[in-house]
T-cell receptor
């Protein structure tokens, strides 16, 4: 089983729509969670961290469900500029007593005019 | 925000040659940097953790003699793909962490990525 799994999409939505997608992780000891955004052929950039109680940053809302081991990202009032691939990133401890960031393959969102 | 710069952005080389990619932290010191590889439509795969002044830690399945990592200073890590072959063609990207756990161990600081280097081996 992959450490982090995401629905690849693509999610094609009209401007102004709401789009939401999840990411599941396999390691129950995972401690920190992030959503990164990656534009085509560019480096990933941090969109937001995901906190246990859920958090919002403008039109973006992230949720964490530890019991079911998934995180979610919701985008309200989609803009054309939101078109990108969204990477789920999970940080978990390893037996070697260090941590490892694992990346999902990304969920592609395309917002159309 | 913190900036991580990677060079070159694109490189095309012949099979059998070696290619060096540089990763620099421009406005902060990074005792730890990470090297990833990303194939089209796949996730970033951690190749190795580069530690300043000591040997890199390689992930399982990554050949350390094939992918040489040197982290000689607090602002520079290099990845050398030795005797490159077409199957090594990929997007190589480095990152460094800023903030709590700058060493990268605790994983609480934001991760900044270089712009990536697209390697094509003919």
């Amino acid at each position: 089983r992959k450490e982090v799994e995401q629905d690849p999409g693509p999610f094609n939505v009209p401007e102004g729509a709401t789009v939401a997608f999840n990411c599941t992780y396999s390691n129950s000891a995972s401690q920190s969670f992030f959503w990164y955004r990656q534009d085509c052929r560019k480096e990933p950039k941090l969109l937001m961290s995901v906190y246990s109680s859920g958090n919002e940053d403008g039109r973006f809302t992230a949720q964490l469900n530890r019991a079911s081991q998934y995180i979610s990202l919701l985008i309200r009032d989609s803009k054309l500029s939101d078109s990108a691939t969204y990477l789920c990133v999970v940080n978990a401890p390893r037996p070697s007593n260090d941590y490892k960031l694992s990346f999902g393959a990304g969920t592609t969102v395309t917002v159309r005019a | 925000g913190a900036v991580v710069s990677q060079h070159p952005s694109w490189v095309i080389c012949k099979s059998g040659t070696s290619v060096k990619i540089e990763c620099r932290s421009l406005d902060f010191q990074a005792t730890t940097m990470f090297w990833y590889r990303q194939f089209p439509k796949q996730s970033l795969m951690l190749m190795a953790t580069s530690n300043e002044g000591s040997k890199a830690t390689y992930e399982q399945g990554v050949e350390k003699d094939k992918f040489l990592i040197n982290h000689a200073s607090l602002t520079l890590s290099t990845l050398t793909v030795t005797s490159a072959h077409p199957e090594d063609s990929s997007f190589y990207i480095c990152s460094a962490r800023v903030g709590a756990g700058t060493s990268g161990i605790t994983g609480t600081g934001e991760l900044f990525f270089g712009e990536g280097s697209r390697l094509t081996v003919l």
